[in-house]
């Protein structure tokens, strides 16, 4: 447990220095929505306490479908994003899965259909 504990600190850290670069580098702007952020780290993680919507998060953009591809391969674009830009992302990306997907993900064998052969 303690060596799980270290390297997750480590790792918040590393991610909250690179987020607090991207705040310098975009003036404290969201990067989707532009609204003013609250520097990051003004807001302490607590149980049950929602961060402010417009609080400084760390966010990657998706290269896949950016003409650009290839030449950054399998790496993200980091940016710095508002709270609620970040979360809305991320819901819309799920709702944005297919139906089908999501069943085929969830139950692996259906009950297959009359006449299913294979
Ligand atoms: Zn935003």
């Given at each position: 447990m303690k060596d799980r504990r270290r390297s997750g600190e480590n790792w918040t850290q590393k991610k909250r220095r690179q987020l607090n670069a991207l705040f310098q580098i975009q003036g404290g702007?969201?990067?989707?929505?532009?609204c003013d952020m609250l520097p990051p780290g003004s807001h302490e993680n607590r149980r049950g306490v929602k961060p402010p919507l417009n609080l400084a998060t760390y966010d990657h953009m998706?290269?896949?479908?950016?003409?650009?591809?290839?030449?950054?391969?399998?790496?993200f674009r980091n940016v710095a994003a508002c709270w609620k830009c970040n979360f809305e992302r991320g819901r819309q990306g799920h709702l944005a899965t297919p139906i089908e997907q999501r069943r085929t993900d969830s139950k692996r064998h259906p009950t297959p259909p009359d006449g299913w052969s294979r």
């Open positions: 702007k969201c990067f989707w929505c532009k998706d290269d896949r479908h950016s003409p650009e591809r290839g030449k950054h391969a399998g790496e």
